[in-house]
């Protein structure tokens, strides 16, 4: 049996250009190890982050991705069964084989596990929530959205948040979760439909990046969203917007960097720390965000019964883009970095 997979051909810095980065191959499938399973690749995802994985990747390896996958075949030793159904990184292929267990991944700039594979509850999924939900609103995007609003940013009710990124599927959810906590929310995205879609999911306001393009007119812009400064700032983009907010934090703020989009896509240069006086004199507390710290079962099981419970009651509203067909995830991928207007939530591939 064949398998096809994107493998990485070339590194390119910068917004990539999915025809050269990527190439589909095809390789016989070998037989098992006794502790490994065959995996069916059922749903995969496309993240903003992966381009920085993609430059990581050695060339010619398959690209990593999160992905929902069916246990097609077992070994005598494997710790799952076939028929089971798993959410785990098992990148941009049709079928995967691998043992379940957790993988460090040495290529990058800093060594990090990818974590192990993780069996989905069935009275879960499908029978409470599709499967494409557990790469999305109850998957990664979910688990950094709820891990920061609930462990990091310690909202307390009137204090204003400012997202950057708020449309994608960490922000969106992330938002809605701190209006629950009784935060004022002002949502930084790139076009004025965007404002008029996290309004509607209960963001108190709403700045165009595009519009507001500049350290002057997006300062402006957020003195007249936030006339009483910023308390929180969950960061995904940076560049010239973190210029714009670190001013007016106010004392005590905290700020959770979640992703640097602008400095990943080399969008603007990297001028050094030249933020730290403005970290110091509101005694602000600045917290890197890495969301597979949290990828433990108690926290799946919190973010389900949480999360998964605003979204049954109607507290939260989540949105998905599917893309069908493996030859579609690199359409797919590109729709995140052009032509995003119709790109609400997260975006996902059927194989």
């Not at 079928?95 to 379940?100: D, L, P």
């Not at 948040?161 to 708020?166: D, F, Q």
């Not at 008029?196 to 108190?204: A, C, P, Q, T, Y």
């Not at 507390?285 to 079962?297: C, D």
Request: with cysteine.
């Amino acid at each position: 049996m064949l398998n096809e997979k994107w493998v990485v051909v070339e590194h390119c810095p910068g917004i990539p250009d999915v025809d050269k980065v990527y190439k589909k191959v095809e390789e016989e499938i070998r037989p098992l190890k006794d502790d490994e399973m065959l995996f069916k690749t059922l749903y995969v995802t496309v993240d903003l982050y992966q381009n920085g994985i993609a430059l990581d990747t050695p060339l010619n390896n398959c690209m990593g991705a999160d992905s929902i996958m069916e246990v097609i075949e077992a070994g005598p030793q494997a710790k799952l069964k076939v028929g089971d159904i798993v959410q785990g990184f098992g990148g941009w292929q049709k079928y995967v084989i691998h043992n379940g267990n957790e993988v460090l991944w040495q290529t990058g700039t800093f060594p990090m596990m990818f974590p192990p594979y993780r069996k989905l509850n069935p009275e879960i999924y499908p029978k409470l929530f599709p499967f494409s939900i557990a790469l999305g609103a109850l998957g990664g995007p979910g688990m950094a959205a709820w891990g920061t609003v609930s462990k990091v940013l310690n909202i307390e009710k009137g204090q204003t948040l400012v997202i950057s990124g708020a449309s994608g599927a960490v922000g969106e959810i992330a938002g809605q979760l701190a209006k629950l906590q009784g935060a004022r929310v002002i949502g930084i995205v790139g076009s004025d439909e965007k404002i008029e879609h996290i309004k509607s999911l209960g963001f108190d306001e709403g700045i165009n990046y595009k519009k507001a393009n500049d350290v002057d007119k997006m300062t402006q812009a957020l003195q007249e969203a936030a006339p009483n400064g910023i308390d929180r700032y969950f960061d995904n983009i940076g560049g010239y917007i973190t210029d714009s907010v670190f001013p007016l934090l106010n004392v005590y703020a905290i700020v959770a960097i979640c992703w640097q989009l602008a400095t990943q896509l080399e969008i603007e240069p990297k001028t050094g720390p030249r933020l730290f006086p403005l970290i110091m004199f509101p005694r602000a507390t600045i917290r890197g965000i890495f969301a597979l710290e949290w990828f433990t079962e108690d926290n799946w099981n919190q973010l389900a019964s949480v999360v998964g419970g605003y979204i049954k009651e109607g507290k939260i509203k989540y949105h998905e883009v599917h893309y069908e067909g493996f030859d579609n995830i690199l359409k797919a991928y590109s729709t995140l970095y052009k032509g995003t207007e119709k790109t609400r939530g997260k975006v996902i591939v059927k194989i």
